[in-house]
């Protein structure tokens, strides 16, 4: 019989977000999830009994309020973004991602709990997993440095991943991650074959792939469904891509 979790899930009414909560759903877990408005998830599952809504803003919320919620949880996922609008590449808050990892990882270390809390990362193929020193190509650093200086977006990934990476780490007793990174990424309305890389192998700049973003919402919940597959990839950054 499938355990029974309770799931967090900050990002909650992006594109990938919502498909995740509608597959933890459907898995018959419990999903808590918090957002700035109760109407950008469908009326159907706003109203699923497993569901619990919370109305907030996440940069707005005191430390006390982020520790509350997430004490019953059994894993955190972020999905969280920058809209594509000029304001939501280049306006405050800039540091997004990276503020909500740091806290919601302040937040569970400060509740105690007796066994690993998941936490599960968002990210993007175009993000290096520093501790495998992936090769990438020289015209592909050029791009990707300027991208970290023109567009606080991606400087924002960057660091939220680097923030698990290296102050989080592989041995901490409480947190346990997966920072996902898919290539490109693109609609589906139902799950395909995918497949997954310790490391990108096709350039997220010259030759991106394709992952859609019902694959990514799918790994997510396997990944905190599942303990074995959960063990296969926690502390690292594995890279999805749709087979083709």
Avoid at 223 to 241: A, E, F, R
Wanted: aromatic share 6%; charged share 20%.
């Amino acid at each position: 019989m499938q355990k029974i979790r309770t799931i967090l899930i900050v990002g909650a009414s992006g594109a990938t977000g919502r498909l995740l909560v509608q597959e933890l759903i459907n898995c018959g877990q419990n999903v808590k999830v918090i957002v700035r408005s109760l109407k950008s998830l469908p009326e159907p599952l706003r109203e699923h009994p497993r569901l619990t809504l919370i109305q907030a803003s996440i940069s707005e919320l005191s430390d006390t309020e982020i520790a509350k919620h997430v004490a019953d949880c059994d894993a955190v996922a972020s999905c969280l973004g920058h809209n594509l609008t000029f304001k939501g590449i280049f306006g405050n808050p800039r540091r997004l991602v990276t503020d909500a990892t740091r806290r919601l990882c302040n937040a569970i270390q400060a509740n105690h709990s007796k066994y690993p809390i998941k936490f599960l990362l968002m990210n993007t193929a175009g993000n290096s997993n520093r501790d495998l020193k992936e090769p990438i190509s020289f015209a592909q650093k050029c791009v990707i440095g300027l991208l970290r200086l023109l567009l606080p977006p991606h400087a924002d990934n960057e660091n939220a991943a680097d923030y698990l990476r290296t102050q989080i780490g592989q041995n901490n007793h409480k947190i346990e991650w997966i920072t996902i990174r898919p290539d490109g990424l693109i609609d589906n309305e139902s799950v395909t074959e995918y497949e997954l890389h310790a490391s990108p192998i096709r350039s997220a700049i010259f030759d991106a792939g394709k992952t859609s973003r019902i694959n990514v919402a799918h790994f997510m919940n396997d990944s905190i469904t599942s303990d074995q597959l959960w063990n296969q990839w926690q502390g690292q950054m594995p890279v999805i891509y749709n087979q083709a």
